[in-house]
Structures are given as structure tokens and as C-alpha cells.
């Protein structure tokens, strides 16, 4: 299985920037397809962006198209998410899951289909 860490939350004004890191541990991260989501305070747990296994594909949602920036670095086992052009309406809690993909090359973008995650990272935007 693999451990899964994220890091880099915080508090920044609107219109600023952040980028979270998933750092993993255990088995090999290269196998694994990776995610981001986020949960509000009284809002269920919404898809942010996926990645593929090598990282050639990606997929945001579409509120984040633009502004969020997913990738990875295989040899650091880490993932990271650049969040730009911040808004009050992206405070939550950001986690990073992991899936493993056989196949390669997938990207998901549904809670269920990940077999791991993160503790998750509080992200706080003022306005």
C-alpha cells in the first residue's frame, strides 16, 4: 500500500497563490494514478484534478481550469498542486488519494474509485 502526506495549506488573500505537495511512501508511486479533492465545511467531498501514472494526462474540473495546475515528480514520489487566482470559495480541505493503475495512463475523477488517502491540508482564502 502507500502512505500519503500533503502539505503546503494555509491562509492567503484573494488573488493569491499556493501549492500544495502529496509526498507518498511505500510502494512504487509511478504505479499509482493520483487526485486531488477538497471539502468545504458542509459540503460533500468534490473532485479538483487527477493525473495519470507517468503524467502525461491530466483533468481538472471546471472551475479550476486555468487557475490550478496538477502534476508530479516521480523520482521525489510527490505530487504537486499549483493553485492560482485564489478565491474565497476555495477554502476547504485539500486531500490527495492514490489509485493504482494497471493499465496506465487513466486519470479519475470519482472519490470511489481511489484506494488511498491523505490526512488532508486546510486551505483558507480571505477575501
Known amino acids: 500500500q502507500v502512505q500519503l502526506v500533503e502539505s503546503g495549506g494555509g491562509l492567503v488573500q484573494a488573488g493569491g497563490s499556493l501549492r500544495l505537495s502529496c509526498a507518498a511512501s511505500?510502494?512504487?508511486?509511478?504505479?499509482?494514478?493520483m487526485g486531488w479533492f477538497r471539502q468545504a465545511p458542509g459540503k460533500e467531498r468534490e473532485f479538483v484534478a487527477a493525473?495519470?501514472?507517468?503524467?502525461?494526462?491530466?483533468f481538472y474540473t471546471d472551475s479550476m481550469k486555468g487557475r490550478f495546475t496538477v502534476s508530479r515528480d516521480n523520482a521525489k514520489n510527490t505530487m504537486y498542486l499549483q493553485m492560482n487566482s485564489l478565491k474565497p470559495e476555495d477554502t476547504a480541505v485539500y486531500y490527495c488519494?492514490?489509485?493504482?493503475?494497471?493499465?496506465?495512463?487513466?486519470?479519475?475523477?470519482?472519490?470511489?474509485?481511489?484506494?488511498?488517502w491523505g490526512q488532508g491540508t486546510q486551505v483558507t482564502i480571505s477575501s
Open positions: 488519494a492514490a489509485k493504482e493503475d494497471f493499465w496506465g495512463n487513466r486519470v479519475f475523477t470519482t472519490a470511489a474509485h481511489y484506494d488511498y
Open positions: 493525473i495519470s501514472r507517468g503524467g502525461g494526462s491530466t
Open positions: 511505500g510502494r512504487t508511486f509511478s504505479s499509482y494514478a
